[in-house]
């Protein structure tokens, strides 16, 4: 005769197949058992990003900890001016161009950065095998009500991970830009020397669903494998426009359009490798409270 | 099986394989990754009685279940069942092979392990595929048969080479899981009285 426990294991285990063929409508409640079985994993999946973010720098190779540090120092300057400098271009490329149309607008009225106002969160998980998965951050607490959906996220290095797609007391889940919903982003082609008369290398990026994102423009633009692209897409927050959102992979002949090129990119903070991000609040962007 | 033992260790590992898994992860490989939670339930697959086993299994699926990603394909829905099932299966065909096994030597936890990782990998393959031949779940599209089983091989590889460390230190706390309940002697002994 069968015991009990072996009795609820085949229920239990009858249901779990159930549950599995079951049609996603009851996705709802499962996300929310799954917030409830994380409840006490979090504290260890934390523990874990910070030991991973101990142990990663020893790949780095030689040099003290102070050099580290100062080499660190010198990058986060050196991006924040040259975030500052993308910005400010793509400002002057937008001014020029209603200068050219309306000639009458003062070049000075853009021209006034306002750095954003960002909330750091942890990243509590992560799949480390898909590009595309979202991640989970620590949920807010001090930050109650400042975070809401669409707010962009962004690594530590000033570069675009993703928007806000869910907002939870337990966590927060965001949706990495290479992600099939995301949907096609609009971006432009960074130069390090590049003449002000001379416009932008537009091109539109879709995520295809395999963490990378393609884009298919005229031979002509001269783009190379490496090159950044940053954000210059209106349907997105003005404060983050010109922050790198993409690197140049790979660029492939079209064999039904010789003339144009497809140029496929990987996001330029891959999801699985991001361990503190911050939340770039589209509330504080209203102003103070 | 003393759970107050086994449900800790099975947060702390789960926990750890979702943070520090990609430090691991081996990318030419299909990006295959050591599992801690699957060297545990092949110990206590080894071990345990045959319910508390599968019980194991079953709780360490839903825990890997409920990890962000787990979904595969970037997809939002989560679908809590793959992994236990998996897992569940796993153990289970532990259970079968264990018989023919030295169970309380590394070297035997060391192969098991990559076992338990494997089968588990290859049951929440075949459930995914099913689940997107299924017309109403809107499931991602599963990856190529080649891919899933070149990482499911690396996974296996990537989990028997951290059970020669984790496994070792399993082994030498299996006494304070009070394992001596398994039924297999007992069993024995038991149809021989009657």
Redesign the interface.
Known sequence: ML?K??LA?GF??LL??V??????GQ?GL??D???L??V?????????????DW??PAHDGPGGAKAREHLELVQRERDTWARLFRQERIRADALSQRVRLLESLPDSALRAPVPPTTLVRVVT??????A?????LQPPDESQGRVRTGDVVIAADRLLVGRL?RVGPLRL?V?PVA???SGPVEVAVIRTVQSLDRPLDRLLLQPD?TGVLHADVDRRIDIQVGDRLMLTDPSWPGRVQGLVLAVVQALEPIDDAPLRQRVIAVPAAPP??VVQVAVVSSQAEAGPP | MRWIIFVPVL??F??????????F?ISWL??A?PSLVAVLVAFVALQASA?SA??AG?WAG??L??????????T???????A??GM?AAAWFVLLCRGMLFRSRAVTLIVVAGVVAASAALAVAS?RT??FW?P???AAIPQPASDVLL?LCGDAVATSLLAILVGWALLLTSRRWRFETSPGRLDYAGRRGG
């Open positions: 015991s426990r072996r294991l239990v285990l779990t197949g549950s599995v063929v079951l049609p996603p996705s499962s996300a058992l799954a917030d079985l994380r006490p994993q979090m504290p260890f999946a934390r523990m874990g990003v910070l030991l991973d142990l990663r998980g992560r799949a480390v095998r898909d595309t998965a979202r991640i989970e797609e889940l949706r992600h099939p919903d669903g699985q490798s | 947060l702390v789960a926990g750890l394989d979702a943070g520090v898994g990609g430090l992860s299909g990006g990754a319910t599968l019980w079953w839903l825990l279940d409920a990890a962000p990603g787990s979904g595969g394909g970037g939002a829905v989560v679908v809590l069942g793959p236990a099932l569940t459930i099913l689940r299924l109403w779940t809107e990482r």
